[in-house]
Nanobody, 119 residues
Framework: QVQLVESGGGLVQPGGSLRLSCAAS????????MGWYSQAPGKQRELVAR???????NYADSVKGRFTISRDNAKNTVYLQMNSLKPEDTAVYYC?????????????WGQGTQVTVSS
């Protein structure tokens, strides 16, 4: 079992930056992949960025070049650095973890943090 707690959301002007943090309740060293999803009002939750235990990353096309995902195994934390924010980035951002153990997949979600990009 892993509890995920996000922080760092808030209100920012277009062109601004935010850094989201996702703190896990235990070591993330063995977590196969961690990621950030966004969900805007009336829309489905969608992948923003993912990082594997080996450090490989992938991003949604809409955030490539603007967002950076990273993980600090020593702090059991995953980050999402968000630069050049746009109003369309406004959403609730959820941290997600996938753990494969003995052939079983376990998915864990945080409670979400609101990001609002507006002037």
């Amino acid at each position: 079992q892993v509890q995920l707690v996000e922080s760092g959301g808030g209100l920012v002007q277009p062109g601004g930056s935010l850094r989201l943090s996702c703190a896990a309740s235990r070591s993330i060293f063995s977590i196969n992949a961690m990621g950030w999803y966004s969900q805007a009002p009336g829309k489905q939750r969608e992948l923003v960025a993912r990082i594997t235990s080996g450090g490989s990353t992938n991003y949604a096309d809409s955030v490539k070049g603007r967002f950076t995902i990273s993980r600090d195994n020593a702090k059991n934390t995953v980050y999402l650095q968000m630069n050049s924010l746009k109003p369309e980035d406004t959403a609730v951002y959820y941290c997600h973890a996938v753990h494969l153990r003995l052939g079983v997949r376990y998915d864990y979600w945080g409670q979400g943090t609101q990001v609002t990009v507006s002037s």
